[in-house]
């Protein structure tokens, strides 16, 4: 089955820098890959995703980029806020006649300090 | 519009014991999830619906663990004979279902299950 490693664990940023979350994944067939982020004690919300057939995604200040040959994908939060201080879990999943199960990391904490 | 909801929020059993956790999905997504989050793990996935069929039960930890859908909505899931171990947020989300295609899966509240 589907691997995903997530690192880092924690992530430590200065408000107004950049953070990176690094995942991979072993499943080859793997072609969706979203972004989750959890607030304390909410529930998770999508905040990004993409797909095998392209290598970046932007929506304002978040970005995922994917490596297919490496099987590797990441999330970049740029000019960051403390209001980004959150959990943030990314998934991978194969395309299964139209569900995806997720097999999701472990998450990343992200600390936004003012 | 509504979204998904889950019941209880929190629920407090004694070992040995039967628990069952409800899930409302929004309404018209065919597609239903149960998942497991345990203190500081991700999310693992137990178990898919399809309508009220599950075609994915490989998530499911063991046999004291079972789950239905009645009429493509309200999903339960139940435990029985609760372990220490069970304790954990158990998450439900819906979505949209596509042949070929994922679509974004909205998540529940969770509820939080403790075994005492």
């Known amino acids: 089955g589907e691997n995903v490693e997530q690192h880092p664990s924690t992530l430590s940023v200065q408000e107004g820098d950049s953070a990176v979350i690094k995942c991979t994944y072993s499943?080859?067939?793997?072609?969706?890959f979203p972004w989750y982020k959890q607030e304390l004690g909410k529930r998770p919300q999508l905040i990004i995703d993409?797909?095998?057939?392209?290598g970046e995604k932007k929506d304002q200040r978040i970005a995922v980029t994917l490596n297919k040959t490496a099987k590797h994908f990441s999330l970049h939060i740029t000019e960051t806020q403390p209001e980004d201080s959150a959990v943030y879990f990314c998934a991978a999943s194969p395309a299964n006649s139209g569900y995806s199960t997720l097999t999701f990391g472990k998450g990343t904490m992200l600390l936004v300090s003012p | 519009g509504a979204g998904v909801s889950q019941s209880p929020s929190n629920k407090v059993t004694e070992k040995g014991k039967d628990v069952e956790l409800r899930c409302d999905p929004i309404?018209?997504?065919?597609?239903l999830y149960w998942y497991r989050q345990s203190l500081g793990q991700g999310l693992e996935f137990l178990i898919y619906f399809q309508g009220n069929s599950a075609p994915d039960k490989s998530g499911l930890p063991s046999d004291r663990f079972s789950a239905e859908r009645t009429g493509g909505s309200v999903s339960t899931l139940t435990i029985q004979r609760t372990q220490q171990e069970d304790s954990a947020v158990y998450l439900c989300?819906?979505?949209?279902?596509?042949?070929?295609?994922?679509?974004?899966?909205?998540f529940g509240p969770g509820t939080r299950l403790t075994v005492t």
């Open positions: 989300a819906s979505s949209l279902y596509d042949t070929g295609v994922q679509n974004e899966q909205y």
């Open positions: 499943d080859s067939a793997s072609n969706y």
């Open positions: 993409i797909r095998s057939n392209v």
């Open positions: 309404s018209g997504h065919t597609a």
